[in-house]
């Protein structure tokens, strides 16, 4: 079983940055992929990146590609999401998410096992 915890959601000016951290406990997620999904009001849950297990591939929404980069750093257990150049349309809540399953940059919700709790990040205009 896998905890996860994401922090530093906050409130930001447009064209401001974030960086999300989504940090693991009850047993190490060094070996699988792990994803960031957000849900604004009134929205469906949107994909927005995803790493690999060694953080060797990575992949984005291309709503965010440019401006958002994903890592990771196994020996801490922890994911990160760097936000640059935010706009009022990233304001959501953002979780992060650990799959199991055998696939390198999953993109869909439904392949993911593990969910945070999620962090609210206002960008204001």
């Known amino acids: 079983q896998v905890q996860l915890v994401e922090s530093g959601g906050e409130l930001v000016q447009a064209g401001g940055s974030v960086r999300l951290s989504c940090a693991a406990s009850?047993?190490?997620?060094?070996?699988?992929?792990v994803g960031w999904f957000r849900q604004a009001p009134g929205k469906e849950r949107e994909f927005v990146a995803t790493?690999?297990?060694?953080?060797?591939?990575?992949y984005y929404a291309d709503s965010v590609k440019g401006r958002f980069t994903i890592s990771r750093d196994n020996a801490k257990n922890t994911v990160y999401l760097q936000m640059n150049s935010l706009k009022p349309e990233d304001t959501a809540i953002y979780y992060c998410?650990?799959?199991?399953?055998?696939?390198?940059?999953?993109?869909?919700?439904?392949?993911?096992?593990?969910w945070g709790q999620g962090t609210q990040v206002t960008v204001s205009s």
């Open positions: 009850g047993r190490t997620f060094s070996s699988n992929a």
């Open positions: 998410a650990a799959s199991t399953l055998n696939i390198a940059t999953p993109t869909a919700a439904l392949l993911y096992d593990y």
């Open positions: 790493i690999s297990w060694n953080g060797g591939l990575t």
